[in-house]
């Protein structure tokens, strides 16, 4: 019991997890009481129990575990956190609890996983109980069935996701265990209930007694469909809905649910996609074009078995449908016909919307088709452009269909019209828009009247369909010319219509999308009379209000409550002609007696009076009496129009004006008056009524049908007074109704006639009209009089110009009654359409011109050629085609996939000129381009990827073309978007993304397709690349606007949980600055529906038929700002929040409040509120602040400041700039608040904002110090350290802003105090922020010296020091640049200062202070001039701290040269009194040509007592001249600027040296400079990766510019064999790794030519093996796998390409064996067999390393046979070598090889070295070696062969060789190989440099002591410049070489003993490093050399001659 109680004092979730199942069991009950107890589900207190939730369910001991169940289901119920656990816990259901025996631990699991699905995590539960079903255990996989089951049956398919479950349901059905295989069929059951047939196709592989089986439990179920009976919690309003259904019987909204649940899945969904493309028969194109009709069948049968897979997956069709499409429309066949079409329909079927983009180029064969009388054909040819059509739109058809409608053959127009009647049965009002009605209408009105009786009959399905869809109302208007018994026949085809999915009558549409508001329009209306008229009518209304989305309510209200008078309307409207006699009774019964008698009177005061009373009676008439028909007929009678009294005639227009306002006026009436008012319309005294007169009739019958009539009849007449004033009614008509409806095609012509008048007041006329509908039509009423002559063109501009920027007049009239209804519509229609039809109208009214027959068969293969040029013919006849033709239909024939090829070209030029071509297809054919968008509007989107800028811009601008023309609707649509975005290109992302980004906004309603871009929108946002990711932020607010925030919300549920915690934080963000949706232009019926269809016409004119411009609500839009632009929401805000500003702006924006600041000190001091210290600012800082600035600071500008928008912030710190000034002494008082504030803008992402906080915070520093004001401690705190983080912003202004901010704290802040701040700043994982706070701590310690170090220099100093060995070139430099600043200012004490370095940064430091110390002195004159802008620049106080050239930017190439110096050693040297400043001769502004030769010239004058005498044998030195000539010097100099950081600087001294190499007379001045050279290329090979490519600032053009020079100029230098064989193997070596890395880079990829460049580089590794001295790249590559091998920090792809390099090497060896030095080769072989024995070769991954080398080696031993076992003499211990042992193998496996290829080569080398070799062979050897050595070529070879040579064979004897020779010559040989003794002995690695002097033209110096002096100076002077890579390193001799230094020469034989090796340029820079930190005496004592062991004298000498050349290069300045 002791035990018990001890676990009993223990807290519950400790008992929990007691390892006693006791105290467990105690723990879960205590905790499900607790459980239970806690009523606020977001206690901290469920938090504790996350972690332990799984344990529960886990528990190994099953009565403690039934206890935890009960527990964990508690928690599940009543926790908010509980969602966190559902995974563990569920997994833990279903692996533990599922296989225990209890029922009662089973039943509890089930509910916890229901539990968690209430709670909204379905998916997540779905998933593993889905895993589940894979268990071994039955049990589990029974349990997991079960648990699914009951998760639909209480949930339902909408909580459940079927698709998943479905399917693996089949596979259940093949288990062993009985029990899992009836659980199966319990859940196929239940999920029948839920979708019925849908899931039939998915079971139909199940064994047959089991599916029938199924087939009767499914006929037992209820055909009702199930509900869901259990809700999760966002239900909860379902929940109470269904529970009072439950309480009342459960009888209402049967009908609803039904609906709701009917169409829950489609069996397409839940169906796998079968992919049939490659499954094809090889054979199937030829086959399909067999003469022999079988073999077309057998291709046939083998496609149609495919096409029948239910779902086919997505792939490229395009030739299997071209070919079906042949069969269908040529094979003369008809049962292959037949099986085509079959084919086609399955393909339609399989594919669904994804056949769309084929649908075009197969609908019109079809419909041709037609023709055939077949039934079996007919019915084939109609299920497969049934199935095409439900994959595409009827508007994208309709232009194909209007195209057989006028066909001769009457089956094709029955055929066509039957295929209307069907497709109209599957629109909603909403897809069956009225521009796509219209169209089809009328062809199907002039079928009505067609002879052949089926065709008759076809067209009035067709019409009554369309009726039953749209409604009577939609269809009426365009009845208008069929008589009654026609209209009772089409009503009576509507009524016997069914629709599918059993909508009813005319708001079938609107139902389908939303029942409940036709259902609650329908009452109100319904009359018992005339019951299908007014309900029809009203809820069409509620469906287009559905439709159209909420701007349209009030037109929909007032569509709906106004106009119930349509019947009678209609009737007025197409009013039957009267008789004369019929209309004399009408007028006796509302007209005077005396004024019928009087109308005729011959006394024209008589017709007076008559026409008096006329009016007086008409004025008095009740309207519903008025015959207008009668009384217009009266007033018509003789005299009528022609008569002759002006006051009589005045009278009668006035009247028929008055009739046609008071009336009921119909077109009938109106036809017997306008003939008599257009007559009048030009008169002088009449004209004004008769205008008057039109006017009404426009009112009373609409403007379109009265300007029409008017113009004809104006235009029928040869008087051009009438024409000209019909003219300027209308253009006043058109001002005062506006243009709605107006039909411009009907009168184009009469105005076009009118231009061309001779009468000129008629031609101004004209123009003036035009000008007016300018006003509406915009720029597209221009293309209809294109063709007019210039001088009238140029009037006609001048007029549009008068009218640029002028907006429409607001309507004053509008159209009554029907008239009004139409344009009602008309304005609907272009809602609906997304807009831009008013553009689009007059598109449509465009003469069109079809191309087709142009576009040839020869024409599209020309533009598919192979060759580029006729690929370019081709594209360039079709831009003329197209060019030529101006407006084009939409068909085209084969010209769109022409194109498509076109766009993925590999010739650029080609792809854009297919994008011109495209864009000019764009205009040419407007609105028809809709039904390209799938073929080729996507192939564009393709190339928004290029990594051309250009031929991205292109595409991009292609784009807009398109979508101005065809709106956005369609390019939403369907998956294909989102496959684009798919792909993982960051340009096409990016290009898209801000393309979407644009559009989006301006659209009112988008198809849901868009949600398929959420995925990879949300890839998008963490996309590798910046400004993918940045545009994905950008588009995000723009699809929240379309998706809503839930929606995307939840779709992030799919993503990762670290991914998913970010996106929603940007959601959140986007969510803030959401734009609001465009609203529609208020209507409001009547004359409001008038003006806003002006206004967005006009707006459409404007923004040039952009997709939906009449919505947007910015003003510069709409041309002048029309009436809609100025009215939406979007204006009201910015109105309403101006008012509120005015109100309370006027006041000080800081309120001083005495001793509050100090008050806040001393408050965070007490802790009374948060120390302001955060890493990222939380809501309590914020909020905190809040409080604090709410008593000192205005309560507008408080709001602005907290507000979430960041304009607001911009503009309030606008304001505070503003005052800044007049409210100086509140700002302080306010300081640290203000501070605060900023300090939280550093945190935001935001530039613009950060921008301005910048700005004000300079201008608030400047004050301060003005002020003298002095920061305190606690504002200073709450604001450096934020400050701090910025300076490490990307953005270079942002940094230079920064700094400059520092430097201005420390004039108001100490910078002592400072320092500390920025030493933090330096401990950030930011590089950038790091290297800027040493630079400005730097700067700091410039200025004020060692005291601002805080808190002691040594602690300071240690830390900054550190930063010398960081990995980035950046920080490095800064942190060395700070320390050279401390060394300024106290000396060598910085060593002790700085405690230990390592030996490399050590090396580094030395070398910066000594050129730091170099440079003060030597240019004096430039530093003052350069002191004074420096001390200006706030952020760089210190000329030596920058080191800036003068002829550079700042810092830019110094920084190269640094990291070229100290990071990349590269120049080989040995120490010597002085060296030449590369750093100051590159800052000569003066041209290279210019340089003055240093060794001749300058020197003569410098030395001028002493002559230097001229060289006596020429013979043996024939290039000495070179020595002395300045073009070596000049070469030097070109040379050291190859390497600069400078890119133009490098780029022309690459272009002089390229114009050098490419003559070759010229050529030759280069040898001997080649390794200087290629060490200078390798440094800018590596500057450019590790600092330029890493420079987003730096162009990227400008480094593949510089790129290209280097490989320009390395190819042609490696063209040249015996230039290339200069090269050295340690210089070879760098070279390819140097451009093995290039090759690899996978930057390059992402630059523009790029890839040109890897090409490049491939080209010029291929010339390297090739020309190089085979000897040295073979040792290159071998030392070079060596190196990649060992270090593991490198690309593995690095060795492999050494590799790649080494077997291409190989394979050439058969034809270089002669001229390889197989000792050597066999040297690098067995070194690196030490480092890798074979044993390790076999360890590492990859085997090729090890078959290489056997490679190699057997290749070696092949082409020498035995004799290659002589060549081991350079290996020391051979018979200890695993290499000598291999060979062996090899020679003895291989039997006896021939070796006499090899003999002879050896022989011909003179190296080999058997110990029993005969005098006359060594004679050989050395004559050939000295025979090499005396050759300018081979000298550098000869000299190494030779040291090797002696190094073997101490004891030869040189001297029968040398006694002939000259001393010249002796020397040179001595000097040489001593300097190969030197290099080799380097102390950084055994192997040391291999650089060899090359010529013996150096050493023609005099012999005789007396001359000696000068010439040894001028020697040493020569090769201290070698040493600084001013000379060529291979002509780098000894200086001792003479006479008077005898005692100090060893003898030849004693330079030969250090090991023959090599060495890397880098090793060679690294050694001379190293050497740099000692002192010069030290250097002396240590390395006897006769260098350095020098007599006083010459040392004198020396001084002097450094101080002179210090003093010419000060001169030079």
């Known amino acids: 019991m002791g035990d018990d109680s001890e676990w009993m004092k223990l807290p519950i979730d400790q008992k929990c997890e007691h390892k006693l199942w006791k105290a467990r069991l105690n723990g879960y009950e205590e905790a499900l009481k607790l459980f239970q107890r806690i009523e606020d589900e977001k206690s901290p207190e469920w938090g504790k129990y996350l972690g332990l939730i799984k344990k529960f369910v886990t528990d190994s001991n099953a009565v403690a575990q039934l206890k935890g169940l ?131 196709p998915p079971l139909q592989s199940i064994n047959s007694v089991q599916l029938k089986e199924l087939e009767e439990e499914w006929v037992k179920l209820p055909s009702s469909p199930p509900k869901q009976t259990r809700f999760l919690r966002s239900q909860q309003d379902l929940k109470a809905k269904f529970e009072q259904q439950q309480a009342q019987g459960g009888e209402q909204s049967d009908g609803e649910d039904e609906e709701e649940t009917a169409v829950a899945v489609d069996p397409y969904e839940l169906l796998e996609p079968v992919e049939i493309l490659s499954k094809m028969p090889k054979d199937f194109y030829e086959k399909i074009e067999a003469k022999k009709w079988q073999e077309r069948k057998e291709a046939l049968e083998a496609i149609e078995a495919l096409t029948k897979n239910p779902k086919l997956e997505n792939g490229d069709y395009g030739d299997l449908v071209r070919a079906l499409k042949k069969v269908v429309g040529k094979d003369a066949n008809v049962m292959l016909v037949s099986m085509s079409a079959k084919c086609l329909a399955g393909l339609a079927a399989g594919l669904r919307k994804k056949f769309g983009t084929y649908a075009g180029q197969v609908v019109p064969t079809i419909l041709e088709k037609f023709k055939e009388k077949k039934p079996q054909v007919v019915q084939s040819l109609q299920e497969a452009i049934d199935a095409i059509f439900l994959t595409t739109t009827l508007q994208n058809l309709s232009e194909d269909v209007l195209a057989v409608m006028d066909n001769k053959n009457p089956s094709i127009k029955q055929q066509a019209s039957l295929f209307l009647a069907r497709s109209f049965r599957h629109c909603t009002q909403a897809t069956l828009p009225k521009s796509v009605l219209k169209p089809l209408c009328a062809a199907l009105i002039k079928q009505v009247n067609d002879s052949a009786p089926e065709v008759r009959d076809a067209a009035f399905e067709a019409l009554g369909t369309a009726m039953k869809v749209v409604g009577e109302k939609a269809v009426n208007p365009f009845l208008t010319d069929l008589d009654k018994l026609k209209l009772d026949k089409i009503k009576e085809c509507a009524d016997k219509v069914e629709l599918p999915g059993g909508r009813k009558g005319a708001g079938g549409g609107g139902a389908a999308v939303e029942k409940k508001p036709a259902a609650k329009a329908a009452p109100p209306s319904e009359a018992p009379s005339k019951s299908s008229g007014p309900p029809k009518k009203s809820q069409t209304a509620a469906a287009s209000k559905v439709s159209a989305g909420p701007p349209k309510k009030g037109k929909a209200a007032s569509a709906a409550g106004g106009k119930t008078k349509k019947t009678s309307d209609s009737k007025d409207f197409t009013e039957t002609e009267l ?218 501009d001048a007029e549009f110009e008068k009218m640029q920027g002028q907006s429409p007049p607001a309507p004053i009239r509008a159209t009554k009654k029907t008239a009004a209804d139409e344009e009602e519509d008309e304005g609907e229609e272009h809602d609906e359409d997304g807009g831009g039809a008013g553009g689009k109208d007059i598109m449509d009214l465009l003469p069109r011109t079809d191309i087709s027959d142009k576009i040839t068969a020869d024409l599209v293969s020309k533009i598919g050629d192979k060759n580029w040029k006729i690929r370019k013919e081709g594209l360039d006849e079709a831009a003329a085609i197209i060019s030529e033709a101006k407006f084009i239909t939409a068909n085209v024939g084969e010209l769109p996939l022409a194109l498509k090829g076109r766009l993925n070209d590999s010739n650029k030029i080609l792809v854009q000129q297919s994008l011109t071509i495209l864009q000019q297809l764009a205009a040419a054919m407007g609105p028809g381009l809709k039904q390209h968008v799938k073929a080729l509007g996507f192939p564009v989107i393709t190339v928004l990827g290029d990594s051309k800028a250009n031929v991205r811009m292109a595409a991009m601008t292609t784009l807009q073309a398109w979508v101005e023309q065809t709106g956005m609707k369609d390019w939403l649509e369907g998956e294909d978007l989102s496959e684009e975005l798919k792909r993982e290109n960051p340009f096409l992302r990016q290009e898209v993304l801000g393309w979407l980004a644009e559009k989006l906004p301006t659209l009112r309603t988008v198809p849901g397709d868009l949600m398929l871009c959420i995925p990879q929108l949300y890839a998008c946002l963490e996309d590798r690349n910046g400004d993918v990711r940045k545009k994905a932020q950008d588009a995000l607010p723009t699809f929240m606007m379309h998706l809503g925030y839930d929606k995307m919300n939840k779709a992030t549920g799919k993503l990762k949980p670290s991914s998913k915690d970010q996106v929603v934080a940007m959601l959140e963000k986007a969510r803030a600055v959401m734009p609001a949706k465009p609203a529609a232009p208020a209507k409001t019926g009547g004359k409001g529906s008038a003006e806003a269809s002006r206004s967005a016409s006009a707006s459409r004119s404007a923004a040039a038929s952009e997709d939906v411009a009449d919505s947007k609500p910015e003003v510069k839009k709409i041309r002048g700002g029309g009436v809609a632009g100025k009215k939406g929401p979007a204006g009201k805000k910015p109105a309403a929040k101006g008012m509120k500003e005015d109100e309370d702006k006027s006041g000080p924006i800081f309120i001083l409040i005495p001793n509050a600041k100090e008050q806040r000190i001393k408050e965070e001091k007490q802790l009374k509120i948060l120390k302001w210290n955060f890493i990222t600012p939380r809501d309590e800082y914020v909020e905190q602040l809040k409080t604090q600035m709410s008593t000192c600071i205005a309560k507008w500008l408080q709001d602005e400041l907290f507000h979430f ?462 020309n190089s001295d085979q000897t040295n790249i073979i040792s290159a590559l071998l030392v070079l796998l060596q190196d990649t091998l060992v270090s593991t920090a490198g690309s593995p792809k690095v060795s492999e390409l050494v590799m790649k390099c080494l077997w291409r090497i190989i394979r050439f060896l058969p034809e270089t064996i002669n001229n390889i030095n197989l000792d050597r080769i066999l040297l690098d072989v067995h070194n690196f067999m030490k480092v890798f024995p074979k044993e390790k070769l076999k360890q590492l991954k990859s085997d090729v390393p090890h078959r290489t080398l056997k490679t190699l080696l057997h290749t070696l031993c092949k082409l020498t046979g035995a004799k290659i076992l002589d060549h081991l003499s350079m290996i020391e211990n051979r018979n200890e070598s695993e290499l000598e042992a291999h060979l062996r193998r090899v020679v003895k496996h291989s039997g006896n090889l021939s070796g006499m290829k090899g003999d002879r080569g050896n022989e011909k080398m003179g190296l080999r070295t058997d110990d029993r070799m005969s005098k006359a062979k060594v004679s050989d050897i050395l004559s050939e070696i000295f025979k090499k050595i005396g050759s300018k070529e081979n000298t550098k070879e000869g000299l190494t062969e030779l040291y090797e040579y002696k190094q073997k064979y101490s004891d030869a004897d040189l001297e029968p060789f040398l006694k002939n020779t000259s001393q010249f010559f002796q020397s040179y040989v001595e000097r040489g190989l001593r300097m190969i003794e030197s290099e080799r002995e380097g102390k950084t690695r055994i192997q040391t440099s291999a650089v060899i002097p090359q010529h013996g033209s150096d050493s023609g110096l005099s012999g005789s002591n007396e001359e000696l002096k000068p010439a040894v100076y001028y020697e040493r002077l020569k090769i201290l410049r070698q040493r600084q890579g001013l000379e060529n390193t291979s002509r780098q001799q000894g200086v001792g070489g003479s006479d008077d230094e005898p005692q100090q020469r060893p003898a030849i034989s004693s330079l030969l003993s250090s090991k023959p090796s090599v060495a890397s340029s880098t090793d060679m820079l690294h050694s001379k490093l190293s050497q740099l930190k000692e002192s010069r005496e030290l250097y002396q004592q240590e390395h006897n050399s006769p260098t350095h062991a020098r007599s006083a004298s010459p040392a004198t000498n020396l001084d002097d001659l450094k101080k002179r050349l210090e003093r010419i290069k000060s001169n030079r300045q």
């Not at 009209?769 to 002559?789: H, I, N, Q, S, T």
Request: charged share 25%; net charge neutral.
């Open 70 to 200: 009960e527990a964990a289901l508690a928690f599940v119920e009543n926790a908010h956190v509980a969602g966190k656990t559902t995974g563990e816990v569920v997994s833990g259901v279903v692996t533990k609890v599922f296989n225990q025996p209890k029922a009662r631990a089973k039943e509890l699991g089930m509910d916890i996983c229901l539990m968690y699905i209430e709670i909204e995590k379905a998916e997540v539960v779905q998933d593993e109980l889905l895993k589940g079903l894979d268990n071994k255990n039955p049990k589990i996989v029974v349990a997991c069935i079960e648990t699914l089951r009951k998760a639909l049956s209480d949930f339902g398919s909408k909580t459940v996701t079927l698709k998943p479950v479905v399917k693996v349901l089949a596979k259940q059905f093949e288990s062993r265990e009985k029990a899992v295989r009836d659980e199966a069929k319990l859940l196929a059951v239940e999920i029948y209930k839920w979708i019925r047939d849908a899931l039939r």
């Open 1205 to 1666: 928008d960041f304009q607001r912030h911009v503009k309030a710190i606008g304001v505070m700039i503003e005052r800044l000034e007049s409210e100086t002494e509140a700002t302080i008082s306010c300081l640290d608040l203000i501070l605060k504030w900023f300090s939280l803008r550093f945190f935001d992402t935001n530039t613009t904002v950060l921008m301005k906080v910048l700005e004000y915070l300079k201008l608030l520093f400047t004050m301060l110090n003005r002020e003298n004001y002095h920061l305190t401690e606690y504002e200073a705190t709450s604001f450096v350290p934020y400050l701090i983080l910025k300076v490490g912003e990307s953005k270079d202004v942002v940094r230079k802003d920064v700094r400059a901010i520092l430097a201005m704290l420390c004039k108001v802040y100490p910078a002592s105090k400072v320092f500390p701040f920025l030493m933090e700043g330096t401990k950030s994982k930011n590089s950038k922020q790091r290297s800027e706070c040493l630079e400005e701590l730097g700067c700091l310690i410039d200025g004020y010296g060692m005291n601002v170090c805080q808190p002691t220099p040594a602690k300071s100093l240690k830390e900054i020091a550190v930063h010398i060995g960081d990995r980035d070139t950046s920080v490095r430099n800064a942190a060395l640049n700070t320390v050279v600043a401390v060394y300024n200012a106290c000396g060598d004490q910085v060593y002790k200062l700085i405690g230990n370095l390592s030996e490399k940064d050590l090396s580094m430091l030395e070398e910066r202070i000594k050129r730091s110390a170099k440079k003060t002195p030597a240019a004096p004159a430039k530093q003052s001039t350069t002191e004074k802008p420096q001390r200006e620049h706030p952020t760089h106080p210190n000329a030596t701290f920058l080191r800036k050239p003068a002829q550079e930017d700042p810092n830019k190439l110094n920084q190269a040269r640094q990291n070229a110096h100290h990071s990349e050693p590269s120049h080989p040297s040995i120490p010597k009194e002085f060296q030449l400043d590369l750093d100051m001769i590159e800052k000569d502004q003066s041209q290279v040509c210019e340089l003055p030769d240093l060794v001749q010239h300058k020197l003569d004058e410098l030395l001028e007592p002493i002559m230097i005498p001229k060289p006596k044998i020429r013979s043996v030195s024939p290039h000495f001249d070179d020595l002395h000539n300045s073009t070596a010097s000049t070469i030097n100099f070109v040379i050291s600027q190859v390497a600069s950081g400078d890119i133009n600087t490098s780029i022309q001294a690459l272009a002089q040296i390229d114009e050098v190499l490419r003559q070759e007379d010229k050529a030759d001045v280069m040898s001997g400079h080649i390794d200087q050279l290629l060490i200078a290329t390798i440094m800018q090979l590596r500057l450019i990766n590790s600092t330029h490519l890493a420079d987003d600032r730096m162009d990227k053009k400008d480094i593949i510019k510089l790129y290209s020079c280097i490989m320009g100029n390395m190819l042609s230098l490696f063209s040249m064999e015996a230039l290339a064989r200069e090269a050295s193997m340690g210089v070879l070596k760098d070279l390819m790794h140097g451009l093995i890395t290039l090759m690899l880079d996978t930057r390059m990829e992402d630059v523009e030519d790029g890839t040109q460049v890897i090409r490049s580089v491939n080209l010029l590794v291929i010339r390297v093996l090739e």
């Open 579 to 796: 008789s004369v006699e019929a209309c004399e009774d009408l007028a006796a019964g509302v007209l005077p007696a005396s004024c019928l008698q009087q109308l005729d009177s011959a006394n024209w005061k008589e017709r007076l009076a008559s026409m008096e009373d006329f009016q007086r009676a008409v004025e008095t008439m009740d309207r519903a009496v008025m015959p207008c028909q009668a009384l217009v007929k009266m007033l018509a009678k003789k005299p009528g129009w022609k008569e002759t009294n002006f006051q009589v005639m005045q009278m009668k227009l006035h009247i028929v004006a008055l009739i046609a306002q008071r009336g009921q006026f119909s077109k009938t009436s109106a036809f017997v008056v306008l003939d008599g008012l257009v007559d009048k319309v030009g008169d002088v005294k009449c004209g004004g009524n008769a205008k008057e007169g039109l006017t009404a009739i426009g009112e009373a019958c609409s403007l379109p049908w009265t300007a029409e009539q008017v113009v004809s009849m104006a235009f029928a007449q040869k008087n051009p007074k009438n024409q000209a004033e019909a003219l300027n009614w209308l253009a006043n008509a058109m001002k005062e109704f506006g243009f709605a409806g107006i039909n411009v095609k009907a009168f184009i012509n009469n105005v076009k006639t009118a231009l061309g008048a001779t009468n000129p007041a008629v031609r101004t006329a004209a123009i003036t009209l035009l000008g007016v509908m300018y006003l509406y039509m915009g720029a597209p009423l221009r293309m209809f009089f294109e063709d007019e002559k210039p001088a009238l063109l140029v009037q006609i």
